[in-house]
């Protein structure tokens, strides 16, 4: 598909698997400069050689864990360095882990909040000044933080904070015509919902009124309109991207 992202620097983190990878994948068909981010140092390298093969005009890497602040920091400072500023900025980055609510640990809450949630607010507030006028940003909430999850409480609530921080965000970037726009995926087959597809993935298929799981290219795509000029009224928005799951309840 063509979205008319030639040149467009961006940063995409969770690259190095899943939705964040296909996103890479897709922006770099366009012919963008990237910088790729993630703690997998090694898919990480694999991803960044596949986007250069795509088309992309430039790809930086930068492995590292999110939830230590300094990091983000580094972040700011290759995007200054490597693409002297940035018009897209992706952080898909997460994770998802399981306990009931009475056996849900302090340290469960914070590894889940701190990457999903706090890291997306510090990579936010490192790259805005850096942000070109016009720029846009796409955040991942989850169908979970929609209808909440059994079992997953902390990463329910990190996903419906998201849409508290988008929608904060939006009035007070909008001056600057930056756009904030959040994805809200149901179950998208990558190795996160890996536990999941084996213990239900045939029920989940069977609600879903297309009958199916999605790719993460079909969200990769949906991320590559938000970025483009295609959606430039379109700010503010929760988009699910769930084949019609949500019509299941
Ligand atoms: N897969 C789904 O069905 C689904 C549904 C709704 C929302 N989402 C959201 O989409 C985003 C991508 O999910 P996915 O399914 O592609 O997951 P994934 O597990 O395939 O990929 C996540 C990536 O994030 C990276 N990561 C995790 N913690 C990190 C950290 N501390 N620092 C740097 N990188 C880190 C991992 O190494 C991995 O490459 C997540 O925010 C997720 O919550 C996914």
Known sequence: MNWELTHRRAVITGAANGIGRATALALAAEATRLLVVDLDAERLAETAQVCRSAGALQVETFAGDLTVVENVRLVGELVRKQLGGLDL???????????????????????????????????????????????????????AGRRGSPGKAAYAT????????????????????????????????????????????????????????????????????????????????????????????
């Open 158 to 249: 990190s996903k419906a904070a998201i849409i508290g921080l988008a929608r904060s965000i939006v009035g007070e970037v909008g001056s600057r015509q930056i756009r904030v726009n959040v994805v809200q995926p149901g179950f998208i087959e990558t190795q996160m919902n890996a536990r999941t597809f084996l213990e239900k993935g045939d029920v989940l298929a069977a609600e879903t009124p297309l009958g199916r799981h999605g790719r993460p290219e079909e969200v990769a795509q949906v991320v590559a309109f938000l970025c483009s000029d295609a959606s430039s009224f379109v700010n503010g928005i929760v988009l699910p991207i769930n084949g019609g799951h949500y019509m299941a309840g």
């Open 89 to 143: 900025l992706v952080p898909a980055a997460g994770i998802i882990e399981r306990d009931p609510i009475e056996q849900l640990s302090d340290e469960h809450w914070d590894r889940v909040m701190n990457i999903n949630v706090r890291a997306v607010f510090q990579l936010t507030r490192e790259l805005l000044p850096q942000m070109a006028d016009r720029g846009s940003i796409v955040l991942f909430s989850s169908d």
